[in-house]
């Protein structure tokens, strides 16, 4: 029996990658019709008003008071916004994370497993630090419960949000915006320690996000997406015992 079954883990995971490349390449195309309801209007200006304000948060959050308050009224808002759209059947937590225990689900979050783990590792060894972590100590999951967090809002809320309108460019949007974000920590005049090579930074976040955004879509639940991102960062930050500074 060991052998079908890693025979079909195996085909089902060369077909996920294939269909990686199929959406890459169907990101590229403009040619889907748009048709856009007053509604879904109003969800787009939503979106777009969220994803500004989570990049204010981000370029203010590490100024001291009373700049430090332009981070917070942004953060507030975007939660308020949120709070309003929660309960739409499209975002409600029943269908973001719908299907769980069906077996096309399980083997998505085993491949999500695997490209979270394996992108913590390169970037360790990139940076000189053991591949894999000796011990981990409990900011890690501090560290883990801000992605979550971050999957929670990006993938599930932006993106979701936005597939009303074309599939394809909420991926792209969504992974836009988390990049934006994250690179607004770093550009900030209040960044303590300036990151040394932002257009890299830059590339090689945006490129993640859009695979984290078509591990969604692909599976149709946002936990893959999730345990993917908890998994760079338990092994990313496993022997950290403070917060780096960029964690608010």
């Given at each position: 029996m060991v052998a079908p079954i890693n025979s079909f883990s195996s085909n089902f995971q060369f077909d996920y990658y294939k269909k990686i490349s199929k959406t890459l390449k169907n990101l590229m195309k403009t040619s889907e019709t748009i048709i856009v309801s007053p509604n879904v209007k109003k969800k787009l200006f939503d979106t777009l008003i969220c994803s500004f304000e989570i990049v204010i948060f981000g370029y203010f959050i590490n100024y001291s008071f009373p700049y430090k308050i332009i981070a917070f009224v942004a953060l507030s808002h975007t939660s308020f916004i949120i709070s309003r759209n929660i309960n739409h059947q499209l975002i409600s937590f029943a269908q973001l994370f719908k299907n769980t225990f069906k077996t096309r689900?399980?083997?998505?979050?085993?491949?999500?497993?695997?490209?979270?783990?394996?992108?913590?590792?390169?970037?360790?060894?990139?940076?000189?630090?053991?591949?894999?972590?000796?011990?981990?100590?409990?900011?890690?999951?501090?560290?883990?419960?801000?992605?979550?967090?971050?999957?929670?809002?990006?993938?599930?809320?932006?993106?979701?949000?936005?597939?009303?309108?074309?599939?394809?460019?909420?991926?792209?949007?969504?992974?836009?915006?988390?990049?934006?974000?994250?690179?607004?920590?770093?550009?900030?005049p209040a960044t303590i320690i300036p990151h040394e090579n932002i257009p890299f930074f830059m590339i090689a976040s945006f490129i993640a996000f859009i695979i984290l955004g078509i591990l969604k879509q692909q599976s149709k639940n946002l936990l893959p997406s999730i345990i993917a991102h908890a998994a760079f960062d338990l092994v990313v930050y496993a022997e950290i015992t403070q917060a780096p500074w960029w964690v608010w």
């Open positions: 689900t399980i083997i998505y979050l085993i491949i999500g497993i695997q490209m979270g783990l394996a992108a913590a590792m390169y970037y360790r060894g990139s940076n000189t630090m053991p591949v894999l972590p000796n011990l981990i100590k409990p900011f890690s999951i501090i560290a883990v419960s801000i992605g979550i967090t971050e999957e929670l809002f990006f993938r599930g809320f932006i993106q979701t949000q936005l597939n009303r309108i074309n599939t394809y460019w909420a991926i792209l949007f969504a992974a836009f915006t988390h990049t934006a974000y994250k690179t607004s920590l770093f550009i900030s």
